[in-house]
């Protein structure tokens, strides 16, 4: 009888372990590990649609790609379905070592004792280093503008699979991202690198390093305009919409969306399981291609963003900030972060004519050649080039036709006009640069002997 009983006991246990491995794998099969949901807001439902504010809507799979997608790297995004049992068991590291500093950033001079009016902060990524360029020679150069101190940096992480910089040396690969990246710090100033990977969902990352690292070494600037690399700015429209601003007082505007909703499909890229975010609806957030806030609010948020949970999603991670210090973000409509419809009423206009962005404040989703072309229709000698006929060149370039046959048919590959640009712009280029065209074999003695390249100094500059 005992011996009965005892089977029966054991046959139980095994039967209530097996169950609960079985909810164990299925549970890690969909990525549902359990955490703690957002915070709702207190005493207050989700809000309804607000004028001036764009209210999300599931993006449509089947739709034509936008007309200006870049040609150059984009920031990572996932290449498979995201592992959230390793984002969940990794979400709480949150403090990694700045590789690259820029220091003296915000330091003050004689004409600007306080430092910067409007410091530039740009998401890129190690590879992307033509998009940098291209904002650095036009709508991000530093110096005054209408005067106002710009100053600008570039927040970058870690290449994805290649560990952390000491540790490529250590392995004696071959990418020499550590050396490549001091070398472009060493000649631009601009460059912050932290030590996690460079991917999609670590963005938010990005943010949080970012806040404390300008709350520490930019305790006085007054505004400051956060962004990507494939955005172009009309700073001069940024600056005349900030100059009655009080920097003192909580600003962040940008191109805000109310009501969006967690994505549950699993193919998508922002694929968000309701374990991890349980709400129907995230809080209200500006569209993290680019957005401007005051000093006073980067302050804050550097303090709130601290004690929030990590997001994957990191312009919905800042929203989630912003709800924590009972913040609203201000909508603007001159910030266009998901790019420029063609007007309904005027098919054949090209939404990539100056008058579309001369009075924009910034567009999203352009290549690097294209904000090349774009800055320079903007500030040609004779002024914005708006609705002014194309020049026709001399000779063909094959498969595209004239210019002037481009615009009657309607095209927008504008080469004439973006050769003229880039040869206008490469006169007085700085005296050293990073661009692939000037990296040649290395010669003896040179500075990046390590890497069997050396930089050579543009035709016309001196050293």
């Not at 999609?200 to 806040?211: A, S």
């Not at 910034?362 to 800055?375: E, N, Q, R, T, Y």
């Amino acid at each position: 009888m005992r011996r009965r009983l005892r089977l029966r006991r054991e046959a139980l246990l095994t039967l209530l372990l097996g169950a609960t491995l079985g909810l164990l794998l299925y549970a890690q099969q969909e990525g549902a590990a359990p955490t703690t949901s957002a915070p709702r807001a207190q005493g207050r439902a989700v809000p309804g649609p607000t004028p001036g504010l764009r209210v999300f809507q599931a993006p449509d799979t089947g739709a034509a790609p936008p007309a200006y997608e870049g040609d150059t790297p984009e920031p990572p995004t996932p290449t498979g379905p995201f592992d959230f049992g390793r984002y969940l068991r990794a979400k709480d590291q949150r403090r990694f070592p700045l590789l690259i500093n820029q220091p003296h950033k915000c330091q003050g001079n004689g004409a600007f004792p306080r430092g910067p009016d409007l410091l530039i902060a740009v998401k890129s990524v190690a590879a992307d280093f033509e998009r940098r360029q291209a904002v650095r020679q036009t709508w991000g150069a530093e110096g005054r503008v209408q005067g106002a101190l710009v100053r600008r940096v570039f927040l970058l992480g870690v290449p994805r699979g290649t560990g952390t910089v000491a540790g490529e040396a250590e392995a004696g690969t071959q990418t020499h991202w550590s050396a490549l990246l001091r070398a472009e710090s060493h000649a631009y100033a601009d460059i912050l690198l932290w030590a996690f990977d460079d991917t999609f969902f670590n963005l938010t990352l990005k943010e949080i390093h970012f806040l404390a690292w300008a709350s520490d070494y930019c305790p006085d600037v007054r505004f400051v305009f956060k962004g990507d690399a494939d955005v172009f700015v009309h700073v001069g429209n940024l600056l005349e919409f900030l100059a009655p601003r009080d920097p003192a007082q909580d600003l962040l505007a940008g191109d805000v969306i109310v009501q969006a909703r967690p994505i549950r499909v699993r193919a998508s890229k922002y694929y968000i399981p309701e374990a991890v975010y349980g709400l129907p609806a995230y809080p209200a957030y500006a569209g993290g291609g680019g957005f401007v806030l005051s000093g006073a609010t980067l302050r804050r948020l550097a303090g709130a963003c601290a004690q929030v949970e990590l997001f994957p999603i990191d312009d919905v991670f800042l929203g989630m900030c912003l709800q924590r210090l009972r913040l609203t973000p201000e909508p603007h409509p001159a910030f266009r972060t998901f790019g420029i419809p063609r007007p309904s009423a005027a098919p054949h206009l090209h939404t990539f004519d100056p008058c579309f962005y001369r009075e924009l404040v910034v567009v999203h989703g352009l290549s690097a050649a294209d904000i090349w072309l774009m800055w320079h229709l903007l500030h040609g000698p004779n002024g914005p080039a708006c609705a002014r006929p194309w020049p026709v060149p001399a000779g063909r370039t094959q498969g595209t036709g004239t210019v002037a046959g481009e615009a009657e048919a309607g095209t927008q590959t504008h080469w004439s006009a973006l050769l003229r640009a880039e040869s206008h712009a490469l006169r007085g280029h700085p005296a050293l640069g990073l661009r692939r065209h000037f990296l040649q074999p290395n010669a003896q003695g040179d500075p990046l002997s390590g890497l069997g390249l050396r930089l050579l100094p543009r035709r016309g500059a001196s050293l």
